[in-house]
């Protein structure tokens, strides 16, 4: 499938349109055809319109046969479109639009009118749709991404299909020989890679001038700073602050506070943010979710709820999610009473406050927010209820236990944690990446160093 995406996108950079001949007979031989072209359909993003010979059915045969093969396809998560009948039996407009209300059924020349069929963009997005729109958003503006563990071959694996596919260009914290060395005993190809030899005075000496000069208030000496310099994170992170990457990536073996701390220090928060945070993409079968924050702050403030609230739809404008926020409680609207309710429903008010071009609800449960039916009953004039997309919980305990639910429970691609918030982009791994956790971390990182 990685194969046809990346063959149907460069393809389709050169035309306004592509028409995609996939099957829909069966196939005694090959079955499942039927759902595996609504996959492809699925992945790529494309309209579809079945194209039957009504030759030899009936009416009500061939219309059966429609409502079987859009069923299959259904569990692709797309739907047909138009219907084209070569050799339309009689009535077979009246049987199909019987149980496809709204489908144009085409039986003889084709008129303006298939064009409304197939003009508005699917609203699925699978998750290697999402993968390859992230990859090539990266690749229009090639960042540097340091990765200070090359000494974890899974950073190494992820390195090299990043360089291989110009996502973005890499440097490694360490010694060039034995990296390159260990890369190619592993069967990976780095050559690519910027390595800087964390005791090279051309950075050293400037880094350490440079940290000493932040940390000062804290009491900090140049020949502290060039002891601290010897942990790669804070070197990585040196990096970041001036200018020889763009951004960073660790935690594969490193803990999130040994991750993310050096970054709090040297490239601190943005000025209009008072907290840095986290959100996870969830990449569901249909669609992306942001789930916030479930990974940094314990117990935020309602003010600092509000501001992970906007932090996390800037977010989700940067990765093609437009934003319906709903800030998470046990209660929906006024229904419930209680300190925590409260402080949602403050951090609510507090985050419209600060946009009020933002679609944000709260306080609301889960089911309120995603499901329509539950919606209407409880909170029926919401533009947010029922269709809702970003979701802030309000304590790490929440947040934390929500996510892994979800993406242990349903398979689900669980993004992240993806830091908000900071100057300059730096992303946590957790010690459990898998490889295309990472390659997906520099990607996203590199994406947000566009920016």
Do not use: W
């Not at 804290?218 to 990457?245: I, S």
């Amino acid at each position: 499938m990685n194969a046809i995406i990346r063959a149907y996108r460069k393809q389709a950079l050169d035309y306004d349109a592509v028409l995609i001949v996939g099957h829909t007979e069966g196939d005694p031989v090959n079955p499942g055809l039927i759902g595996r072209s609504g996959r492809t359909a699925a992945n790529l993003g494309s309209k579809i319109g079945l194209v039957v010979d009504g030759s030899r059915r009936s009416a009500d045969r061939l219309a059966g046969y429609v409502d079987l093969a859009a069923a299959e396809m259904s569990g692709s998560k797309v739907t047909v479109n138009a219907v084209f009948v070569i050799n339309p039996p009689d009535g077979i407009e009246a049987e199909i639009a019987e149980d496809h209300p709204g489908v144009p059924v085409f039986t003889g020349h084709v008129t303006d009118d298939v064009l409304k069929a197939f003009r508005e963009k699917p609203a699925v997005r699978t998750p290697l749709m999402f993968q390859t729109e992230l990859m090539e958003r990266a690749r229009t503006d090639r960042r540097t991404i340091v990765l200070p563990e090359a000494d974890d071959d899974r950073v190494l694996q992820a390195a090299s299909i990043i360089l291989s596919n110009d996502v973005a260009d890499i440097a490694f914290i360490g010694n060039r020989e034995e990296i390159l060395a260990r890369a190619a005993e592993r069967g990976y190809d780095v050559a690519a890679a910027t390595v800087v030899d964390p005791t090279d005075p051309a950075y050293l000496d400037r880094f350490a001038t440079e940290l000493a000069r932040l940390r000062a208030k804290k009491g900090m000496t140049e020949a502290q700073a060039r002891e601290t310099l010897r942990d790669p994170n804070y070197f990585a992170t040196m990096m970041v602050h001036m200018g020889d990457a763009d951004g960073m990536v660790s935690g594969a073996n490193h803990t999130t506070a040994e991750t993310i701390i050096p970054s709090f220090q040297i490239i601190k928060t943005k000025p209009e943010t008072s907290i840095v945070s986290s959100v996870f993409l969830m990449l569901m079968a249909d669609q992306v979710l942001v789930y916030g924050d479930c990974a940094v702050n314990t117990n935020p403030t309602p003010e600092q709820l509000a501001d992970i609230t906007i932090s996390s739809a800037q977010t989700a404008i940067q990765f093609g999610v437009e934003p319906r926020i709903a800030l998470l409680s046990y209660s929906t609207g006024d229904s419930g009473t209680g300190a925590d309710v409260e402080a949602v429903a403050e951090a609510t008010r507090l985050a419209r406050e600060k946009n009020p071009d933002l679609l944000i609800e709260g306080p609301i449960q889960y089911d309120a927010a995603v499901d329509p039916a539950v919606a209407r009953k409880k909170m029926p004039n919401s533009p947010v209820a029922g269709k809702a997309n970003v979701f802030i919980f309000p304590s790490l305990n929440a947040g934390n236990i929500g996510y892994k639910a979800v993406q242990r429970s349903s398979g689900v691609v669980a993004v992240g944690p993806i830091l908000q918030g900071l100057n300059k982009p730096v992303n946590d791994l957790s010690r459990g990446a898998l490889v295309d956790d990472i390659v997906n971390t520099i990607a996203i990182t590199a994406v947000q160093a566009q920016n």
